[in-house]
């Protein structure tokens, strides 16, 4: 029985991967301009007859960058400027001409500009800026109190804040790192004082943001380009040429336009993709229009099969190991202290170290829900054995029963209440963290929930918190009905005396 549904297991992954294994796999960022990019290119890729699937919304510059390198994902749009002075930092490239070499030497390539750039910019609330007489980038130097809440990336590059603290004489005393969309709203809310914006942010459009000007030149030239892979020149050439059509198509009105469209729930990043192929065009390509009880079907299955996959995996393996555990204490101790050291590793780098090794999409979900899912498994196994009172254990032995039979016959139902336990508590931590599967790739409700801190959409965000809570209940009860069905009687009775 383990092994068929180990087998089992192992069949559900490999399937999934062949389903991708020919399609022309389009990735973005996790903003809401790389996402709509993303839509546009996968449109033009489907006009050609390629089969494609979209990757939207898989996390940060690097996250996206590693998974083109690997293979992961076949294209997605990039910026100059970013490439330049983050990804590539270390060569010190001048020019495009020395970064398409560059990119050359690394089996990929760049289009030619879109047609819009996206530099950094550093804004804030207009009437906080005009009562502090602030205009200039400059200014800012004169309030150190000021608080700053800036992207994760722009603390990091070396063109970002370090570069603006060394060029503008900062001495900000409070600078957060904050997700950008979050920044925005505490702006707005008064939490935070500066942010830094992108040059085509729909929140530009706000008559109540006001950015700042860069005086001193700092922020450099960010022109949208499109990077892919150099072999979908050979497995996907009519797919290449459509959708390098995108080159010098798009300004810097058209763009902005489309975000703040996105951002103001008035289209989908689908749909505002697919009504600028058809202007610019003439490709239809409509965006598929799902009722709300057809997203969280969808999304309910995604979730399942990443929860159902992990645990029982997690049992297949944990079960054994709890036995051994309790069995060998020496061991068991061995064994515990590596489950509790897994068990501490932040659930978002545990995925991210997940993707050199399986990729993105659900297998690295499934791996880091796996791992996650031994300890509380592991250690009520060896808990529920190790108190088994030593009488019990040696009536079994009189009465001539060989380990192995005391083991199924005897110790596992005894031990079967904490067990069960162990298999709740591993059940309820998965329908939770498996919402962050979504950073990856991986679907669930973690998408609704992502997109709506992305828009600040309430209605998408509960979209995904409350059926991801209505799992996890239900697994709960599940677990409880288990127990009454399992249980023997008499522990059972034992329990709730």
């Not at 449109?43 to 979209?54: E, I, M, P, T």
């Not at 804004?123 to 980038?137: H, K």
């Not at 990729?359 to 829900?369: D, E, H, K, V």
């Not at 919402?435 to 929930?449: S, V």
């Amino acid at each position: 029985m383990r092994r068929a549904l180990a087998m089992l297991l192992a069949l559900l992954l490999l399937g999934a991967c062949a389903r991708e294994g020919d399609a022309l796999r389009i990735g973005s960022k996790s903003f809401t301009e790389s996402v709509i990019l993303s839509d546009i290119v996968a449109d033009l890729a489907a006009a050609s007859g390629a089969r494609v699937l979209r990757r939207p919304a898989l996390g940060g510059t690097r996250l996206v960058w590693n998974a083109l390198l690997s293979g992961e994902i076949d294209a997605y749009p990039e910026y100059t400027g970013t490439l330049r002075q983050e990804i590539l930092a270390e060569l010190r490239l001048a020019n495009d001409r020395q970064l398409a070499d560059a990119l050359g030497e690394l089996g990929l390539r760049m289009s030619l500009p879109l047609g819009f750039g996206n530099g950094y910019a550093l804004g804030m609330r207009r009437d906080r800026a005009e009562a502090l007489g602030v205009e200039t980038i400059s200014d800012l130097a004169r309030h150190p109190s000021l608080v700053f809440g800036l992207s994760e990336e722009l603390l990091a590059r070396a063109d970002g804040w370090p570069a603006l603290r060394t060029a503008y004489g900062f001495t900000a005393e409070d600078v957060r790192g904050l997700d950008h969309d979050i920044a925005y709203k505490g702006l707005i809310e008064g939490a935070i004082d500066v942010i830094d914006l992108y040059a085509t942010d729909p929140q530009l459009a706000d008559r109540r943001i006001l950015a700042l000007v860069d005086d001193r030149k700092l922020f450099a030239e960010n022109r949208a380009v499109l990077l892919y892979r150099v072999d979908l020149e050979q497995r996907a050439p009519q797919a290449v040429m459509s959708m390098l059509r995108l080159e010098g198509r798009i300004d810097a009105p058209a763009m902005i336009a489309m975000n703040v469209a996105v951002r103001a729930g008035l289209r989908t990043e689908r749909e505002a993709a697919a009504n600028f192929v058809a202007a610019q065009f003439g490709v239809e390509a409509p965006a598929p229009s799902q009722s709300l009880a057809e997203r969280l079907w969808r999304r309910t299955r995604e979730h399942l099969f990443l929860v159902g996959v992990s645990l029982a995996a997690a049992i297949l393996v944990a079960l054994p190991l709890g036995v051994a555990a309790a069995k060998r204490p020496r061991l068991g101790h061995a064994i515990l202290g590596l489950a509790s050291v897994l068990q501490t590793i932040p659930s978002l780098a545990l995925l991210v170290f997940m993707i050199p090794l399986l990729g993105i999409g659900a297998s690295p979900a499934i791996a880091a829900l796996f791992l996650y899912s031994l300890l509380p498994i592991v250690r009520n196994v060896a808990t529920g054995l190790a108190t088994i009172p030593r009488a019990i254990e040696n009536s079994a032995i009189a009465i001539g029963l060989t380990p192995w039979r005391r083991l199924l016959l005897v110790e596992l139902p005894m031990a079967s209440p904490a067990i069960l336990a162990g298999l709740k508590t591993a059940a309820v931590i998965n329908v939770g963290t498996a919402t962050l599967g979504a950073l990856i790739g991986a679907g669930g409700y973690g998408q609704p929930i992502f997109t709506g801190v992305r828009l600040d959409n309430f209605a998408l965000i509960l979209e995904g918190a409350i059926p991801a809570a209505l799992m996890a209940l239900a697994a709960q009860g599940l677990f409880d009905l288990a127990e009454s069905r399992i249980v023997p009687r008499g522990l059972r009775l034992k329990a709730s005396g």
